[in-house]
């Protein structure tokens, strides 16, 4: 069965940092595409970055520059640092397996 679980969300100052964490089990995330999406209250889950296959990262434009996805294939785990926080980061944020599974979510909330 696979599993993405989520973690290291919190609140943080606007201009702080967080390292958000997705870990993966019944499945090796060497294999697979990892990507980070979020959502804000009352708005659509947006994609945030991915982690290729091929060790490609992309990133959507609001995050670039401040955002690094990477990935440590030894412990199935895929990171998201993010720096220079702003309160428009406030969302939960899921990983995903290329849209196979998803994990539950990790709040973060950047007061201004």
């Known amino acids: 069965q696979v599993q993405l679980v989520e973690s290291g969300g919190g609140l943080v100052q606007a201009g702080g940092s967080l390292r958000l964490s997705c870990v993966a089990s019944?499945?090796?995330?060497?294999?697979?595409?990892i990507l980070w999406y979020r959502q804000a209250p009352g708005k659509q889950r947006e994609w945030v970055a991915t982690s290729g296959r091929s060790k490609f990262t992309y990133y959507a434009d609001s995050v670039k520059g401040r955002f690094t996805i990477s990935r440590d294939n030894a412990k199935n785990t895929v990171y998201l640092q993010m720096n220079s926080l702003r309160p428009e980061d406030t969302a939960v944020y899921y990983c995903?397996?290329?849209?196979?599974?998803w994990g539950q979510g990790t709040q973060v909330t950047v007061s201004s």
């Open positions: 019944g499945t090796i995330v060497s294999f697979s595409a």
């Open positions: 995903t397996d290329n849209y196979d599974h």
